[in-house]
């Protein structure tokens, strides 16, 4: 049994499409991490939350606390955003424990 | 600026020999991270140290040893490599505790035949 769940595993999407990934997990938490790994394997810290939104650029996460639940939203998607993306969460109290969902893939087609 | 480097990107192993992943951060970090990566899976954490001097287990850490060698260098060491550790190595550093944005390097895929 996973902690952390991701929806949809894979996704497809025309250039310029409103994209949602959901994470949705299972255990408390005290703060949640959104990753974008690269075709080329690299992985970029994207967000840090522990409440609320936060904006960048084309990208917003969100995050509700009491449902157990984030959104990663790319506006006006782009070939370039064609990646995997990854949910975390530090589950409370842990310290540093990391648990990851197994990723949503993205292909953003022109 | 190098951020995270990790060493070798590549490498093949017979079962049960040995060897040591490097990793160094020029960030001045306080914590680094070393996970793995096998598909399916997702990204699983082996062991990690919160400052110099301290390292604890993660989620996967039986068949590893690690050393945090100064504030820059943390590695990973397989002693006995097994096949079950065929997988993709990532190392990550950030400023402080988990709750800080982590920077990761490329990555070392590891074979053992």
């Known amino acids: 049994k996973n902690e952390v769940e991701q929806s949809p595993q894979n996704l497809t999407a025309q250039e310029g499409e409103f994209i949602t990934i959901n994470c949705s997990y299972s255990?408390?938490?005290?703060?949640l991490h959104w990753l974008q790994q690269h075709p080329g394997g690299g992985i970029v810290s994207l967000f840090m939350?522990?409440?609320g939104k936060k904006k960048h650029g084309r990208l917003i996460a969100t995050i509700n606390i009491q449902e157990k639940h984030s959104s990663l939203h790319i506006t006006a998607s782009h070939p370039r955003d064609s990646a995997v993306y990854i949910c975390a969460v530090i589950k409370g109290g842990a310290g540093n424990q990391f648990y990851f969902g197994t990723g949503t893939s993205l292909t953003v087609i022109p | 600026n190098a951020g995270v480097t990790q060493t070798p990107k590549f490498q093949v192993l017979k079962t049960g020999q040995s060897m040591t992943l490097q990793c160094a951060q020029d960030m001045n970090h306080n914590s680094m991270y070393w996970y793995r990566q096998d598909p399916g899976m997702g990204l699983r954490l082996i062991y990690y140290?919160?400052?110099?001097?301290?390292?604890d287990k993660g989620e996967v850490p039986n068949g590893y040893n690690v050393s945090r060698l100064n504030k820059r260098e943390f590695s990973l060491r397989l002693e006995s490599a097994a096949p079950s550790q065929t997988s993709v190595y990532f190392c990550?550093?950030?400023?402080?505790?988990?709750?800080?944005?982590?920077?990761f390097g490329a990555g070392t895929r590891l074979s053992v035949l």
């Open positions: 939350l522990s409440s």
């Open positions: 255990v408390g938490i005290s703060a």
């Open positions: 140290s919160a400052s110099e001097g301290t390292t």
């Open positions: 990550a550093s950030s400023p402080g505790t988990a709750k800080n944005i982590q920077y």
